[in-house]
């Protein structure tokens, strides 16, 4: 499909990609269509990691990487060096509305983006730390509070989305001049501050043996080479829902991220529509060293417990 057919409309649109809800490639077209002006904010001039449903989200998706070779001329490459392949990845980047409808025409439900942009690559905007929660234990509306409690007190004001699923994202845009490792392990050092006032309802420990239960604050999204669901993507739910930025006052027992779905979003406002400038994190580093929690980088794939 060239950039002239792509504004005609998907091919087959018919095809259903949401069976439980009946939304079909057509409807993930109107939605990428309402929203893109939103969507470009977050998935525009980044990497993406690509997850197409070609066959519906009840049949086995796939993440695509490397942009295929037959993918129009008007959807750019950013070819990044990838040390676990031992070779170049050529992602897809966004730019336009037109690069949108043509990842919707080939079934892409899930935008993941890298966390920095083209034109400063490896110097990540901001710092996510992902709370998901189990079927017990405390709420992800719960510790998201407690995370912003720990980004108040080091003076670093925090932006809120569901994950699509059932968790949240809490976001700290950042000055573009620190490593993915570097925030890392500054991430790291938030998430164990947050937990050693909340240890029996919180943890940072990435093994599930070690968590007794407790909810992870996920601080290993902030690696070079890691990906997060990008705001204003759909998700392969159900319901398709949506990875929806929110007020934080919209953060209480009442949310409830099945009902922000494709067919919901478009007529919500954007939370996120003057978000905060990136922060300078000396000053916060300092502080969480202060407290023992000295930001260090480490990989999410370490025997060794985070908590002592």
């Given at each position: 499909?060239?950039?002239?057919?792509?504004?005609?409309?998907?091919?087959?649109?018919?095809?259903?990609?949401w069976p439980a809800v009946g939304l079909t490639k057509r409807d993930?077209?109107?939605?990428?269509?309402?929203?893109?002006?939103?969507?470009?904010?977050?998935?525009?001039?980044?990497?993406?990691?690509?997850?197409?449903?070609?066959?519906g989200i009840d049949a086995e998706g796939f993440f695509q990487k490397d942009?295929?070779?037959?993918?129009?001329?008007?959807?750019?490459?950013c070819r990044v060096w990838s040390p676990t392949s031992e070779r170049e990845i050529a992602y897809a980047v966004a730019d336009d509305v037109a690069d949108l409808r043509w990842l919707a025409n080939i079934a892409v439900v899930e935008f993941h983006?890298?966390?920095?942009?083209?034109?400063?690559?490896q110097r990540p905007d901001g710092v996510v730390l992902d709370l998901?929660?189990?079927?017990?234990?405390?709420?992800?509306?719960?510790?998201a509070w407690w995370v912003r409690e720990t980004l108040d007190a080091l003076g670093l004001p925090?932006?809120?989305?569901?994950?699509?699923?059932?968790?949240?994202?809490?976001?700290?845009?950042?000055?573009?001049?620190?490593s993915p490792g570097v925030l890392r392990g500054f991430a790291l050092a938030i998430g164990r501050a947050t937990a050693a006032a909340h240890?029996?309802?919180?943890?940072?420990?990435?093994?599930?043996?070690?968590?007794?239960g407790r909810l992870l604050v996920d601080w290993s999204r902030n690696g070079e080479q890691q990906t997060a669901v990008s705001a204003w993507s759909p998700r392969a739910?159900?319901?398709?829902?949506?990875?929806?930025?929110?007020?934080?006052?919209?953060?209480?027992?009442d949310l409830d991220p099945a009902a922000l779905t494709i067919s919901s979003v478009p007529q919500r406002g954007d939370p996120w529509a003057h978000p905060p400038a990136g922060a300078r994190i000396e000053r916060a580093c300092h502080a969480l060293a202060d407290q023992g929690f000295e930001p260090k980088d480490r990989s999410p794939r370490s025997s060794a417990p985070v908590e002592r």
């Open positions: 499909m060239t950039q002239q057919d792509a504004a005609d409309g998907p091919s087959r649109p018919e095809k259903v990609l993930l077209w109107d939605y990428v269509d309402a929203c893109a002006t939103r969507l470009l904010t977050t998935v525009g001039d980044r990497p993406l990691s690509l997850k197409r449903f070609p066959d942009l295929p070779d037959w993918a129009p001329d008007h959807v750019r490459r983006a890298l966390s920095w942009r083209t034109d400063k690559p998901d929660p189990g079927d017990d234990g405390v709420s992800a509306v719960t510790a925090a932006l809120v989305k569901t994950s699509g699923k059932r968790g949240l994202h809490v976001h700290v845009p950042v000055e573009r001049r620190y240890p029996r309802e919180l943890t940072v420990e990435m093994r599930k043996a070690r968590r007794h739910t159900p319901q398709a829902t949506v990875a929806t930025p929110l007020a934080w006052d919209e953060v209480d027992a």
